[in-house]
C-alpha cells in the first residue's frame, strides 16, 4: 500500500472528527489545499498543532490528525500553555499517544480501529511486533497503563474525555 491510501480528511465528514476534538476542547481547523499547515512538526499533508487548535488540509491523513490530537491530550498543562507544533514527551508518552489515537478511532464511525491500524501500517508506523495491530492486541499494557495512571481512560479502554492534569 502506500502512502496515497490512507483515510484523509476529505474522505470523511469534517462534522465527524471535529465533534469528537471538541469533547477534548480541540477546534479542528481547515487550511486550503494549497497552504502550508500551520504548526505542522512533518510537514507536507502532516496536521499541525498550537494551543488547542489542530490544523489540517483536506489531504491531511486522519491518523495524523488524531495522533496530533492526542499529543495535546496526553501532554500536561505546562506543555499545553506553551505548545507550538512540537509536542514533544517522552518515548512513554508516544506509546500512549499510539494507543490512544486507536481507542479514538473506534468512535469514528467513517474510520473504526481496523482502518486506523491499517493506516498506521500502511503510512509506516513501526512496533516491535511488525504491525499495529499485534503491538495494541499483545504489547500495549505500558500504554494502557500510561493512560488509565493519567485519568485518560478507564480500565475497559473506555475514553473519560479528559485532558491529562
Request: aromatic share 10%.
Amino acid at each position: 500500500m502506500s502512502k496515497h491510501s490512507v483515510l484523509r480528511l476529505t474522505d470523511i465528514s469534517f462534522e465527524e472528527i471535529a465533534s469528537l476534538l471538541n469533547k477534548y476542547h480541540l477546534e479542528l481547523h481547515l487550511s486550503e489545499a494549497t497552504e502550508e499547515i500551520p504548526g505542522s512538526f512533518w510537514g507536507d499533508d502532516e496536521a499541525g498543532l498550537i494551543a488547542n487548535k489542530i490544523y489540517a488540509r483536506p489531504t491531511t491523513p486522519i491518523h495524523s490528525i488524531l495522533h496530533e490530537s492526542c499529543h495535546y491530550i496526553c501532554m500536561d498543562d505546562a506543555r499545553r500553555d506553551d505548545l507550538d507544533t512540537n509536542a514533544g514527551g517522552d518515548y512513554d508518552e508516544e506509546n500512549a499517544v499510539c494507543y490512544l489515537q486507536i481507542l479514538l478511532a473506534k468512535h469514528l464511525p467513517s474510520m473504526g480501529t481496523p482502518r486506523m491500524l491499517q493506516d498506521m501500517d500502511t503510512w509506516g508506523y513501526t512496533f516491535r511486533l511488525g504491525s499495529a495491530q499485534a503491538w495494541f492486541e499483545n504489547d500495549a499494557e505500558d500504554a494502557q497503563q500510561w493512560l488509565q495512571s493519567h485519568k485518560l481512560i478507564q480500565s475497559n479502554n473506555k475514553l473519560r474525555y479528559t485532558l491529562r492534569d
